[in-house]
């Protein structure tokens, strides 16, 4: 069975990501109400109404940073990105406290 190509990474690794990589799209997969009330500097909600549009128009190549609570459900939509080719797809491990940790640290 061929491992997903995705990698789940820690926080500090993600925010080095947002800062230096051009071209990174930032989703946000938490309920609508907790990316109302906080999220990540430039990140998109994604939930699964939103998927095939974002895929239609994102580059493949393009890299792909998804965060959620604790970094589980980051990790189902990390993979549904790699199965689609995106070639450079990470899954924030420890999910949105770890993230913003991480920016704060930055």
Request: proline fraction near 7%; include cysteine; hydrophobic fraction near 40%.
């Amino acid at each position: 069975m061929t491992q997903p190509a995705y990698l789940c990474i820690p926080g500090a690794e993600a925010a080095r990501l947002i800062r230096d990589e051009p071209g990174l799209t930032l989703f946000d997969v938490r309920d609508a109400r907790s990316y109302r009330s906080g999220h990540a500097p430039g990140a998109a909600h994604l939930d699964e109404t939103r998927l095939a549009a974002w895929m239609q128009r994102l580059p493949r190549e393009n890299p792909v940073l998804i965060y959620c609570y604790q970094g589980q459900s980051s990790q189902a939509y990390a993979r549904m990105f790699a199965d689609f080719r995106y070639n450079r797809v990470y899954s924030v491990d420890g999910g949105y406290p770890a993230l913003l940790a991480a920016l704060a640290d930055a």
